[in-house]
């Protein structure tokens, strides 16, 4: 089956900056959009950036300037450069795809996500 599964997370203070991955494997014919969300403690889980198959980015109003999203279609892996981290970018952070597969049904998969935690 399709599996996302991210890496990076981890403990940062405020200011630095902090690079997560996330490798999509599994039968996979093409990948379409690939995109960040999070979600903090009492918090519904949010959109941060989004990359198509094309390399056309997009973010929230809340990252944009900070976060870079990139992806390599040769390894099947989109990333998040964060920089300039707050206290308020702590969340859980989760990667999702729009996968195409020829051994799974499903369509949008989300990895398993990695917790970023900001300190002031």
């Known amino acids: 089956q399709v599996r996302l599964v991210e890496s990076g997370g981890g403990l940062v203070q405020a200011g630095g900056s902090m690079r997560l991955s996330c490798a999509a494997s599994?039968?996979?014919?093409?990948?379409?959009?690939m995109g960040w969300y999070r979600q903090a403690p009492g918090k519904q889980r949010e959109l941060v950036a989004t990359i198509t198959s094309g390399g056309s980015t997009a973010y929230a109003d809340s990252v944009k300037g900070r976060f870079t999203i990139s992806r390599d279609n040769a390894k099947n892996t989109v990333y998040l450069r964060m920089d300039s981290l707050k206290p308020e970018d702590t969340a859980v952070y989760y990667c999702?795809?729009?996968?195409?597969?020829?051994?799974?049904?499903?369509?949008?998969?989300w990895g398993q996500g990695t917790q970023v935690t900001v300190s002031s």
């Open positions: 599994g039968s996979i014919v093409s990948i379409n959009t």
């Open positions: 999702n795809a729009a996968v195409r597969s020829l051994s799974d049904p499903r369509f949008h998969y």
